[in-house]
């Protein structure tokens, strides 16, 4: 079946520790992006990537960077966690060009930092 | 700032007819996207509006005034497993979406 895949789906990771949160698209999206979901929030973009190669800030990117070697994989990595980054991340793709700009949506990482 | 408003929860009954508001402040305007999020899941696309009028798509429909920054969702012939939260989501001028907190739809029998 086409679609997002996210791994892992939950993870409990200690302050200071290095976490790497992979996304695979089998789609052949140009675009992809990571989002954090938290209570009351709206979703906030974190990075995103508009085709192979390139890589963008979105509204809160401090503390997470991310790579776009090749269409299918956009990895986010947390370089030390902080408990403030405790949050459900959201991998999402859509086509670059399309009217409609639909974003289809990978199920979501939980990531818990203590 | 840019800004998106939409209520926080709302009860409904099965059956019923339900709308859920959304209203928006954003740096420009290339779209109006809604969502629908059930309970630890991916929010998936319900609709998308560009200019001014409803749209409809089977018990769904959405409308939009561009000139009010406002849109609202109708769900139709409700269901129980419309219970979800329902994300609206402009796209600004830099082709961004900005999101709003979503709306908790609570469906009573």
């Known amino acids: 079946i086409a679609g997002i895949t996210q791994a892992p789906t939950s993870q409990i990771l200690a302050a200071g520790r290095r976490m790497t949160l992979r996304c695979t698209q089998d789609m052949r999206h140009n675009a992809m992006y990571w989002y954090r979901q938290d209570l009351g929030l709206g979703l906030r973009l974190i990075h995103y990537?508009?085709?192979?190669?390139?890589?963008g800030k979105g509204e809160v990117p401090d503390g997470y960077s991310v790579s776009r070697a090749n269409t299918d994989d956009f990895p986010l990595t947390l370089a030390s966690a902080v408990p403030s980054q405790t949050s459900v991340y959201f991998c999402?793709?859509?086509?670059?060009?399309?009217?409609?700009?639909?974003?289809?949506f990978g199920e979501g990482s939980r990531l818990t930092v203590l | 700032g840019q800004n998106i408003d939409q209520p926080t929860e709302m009860t409904a009954t099965e059956g019923a007819i339900v709308q859920i508001n959304c209203t928006y402040q954003?740096?420009?305007?290339?779209?109006l996207f809604w969502y629908q999020q059930h309970a630890g899941e991916a929010p998936t696309f319900l609709s998308y509006n560009v200019l001014d009028g409803l749209e409809e798509k089977g018990r769904f429909s959405s409308f939009l005034s561009r000139s009010k920054g406002y849109s609202y969702l109708l769900l139709k012939e409700l269901q129980m497993k419309d219970s979800a939260s329902y994300l609206c989501?402009?796209?600004?001028?830099?082709?961004?979406?900005?999101w709003g907190a979503g709306t908790k739809l609570i469906i009573k029998p």
């Open positions: 954003t740096s420009g305007f290339n779209g």
């Open positions: 990537s508009n085709t192979a190669g390139t890589t």
């Open positions: 989501a402009v796209r600004d001028s830099n082709y961004q979406l900005i």
């Open positions: 999402a793709s859509s086509r670059t060009g399309d009217d409609t700009g639909e974003l289809f």
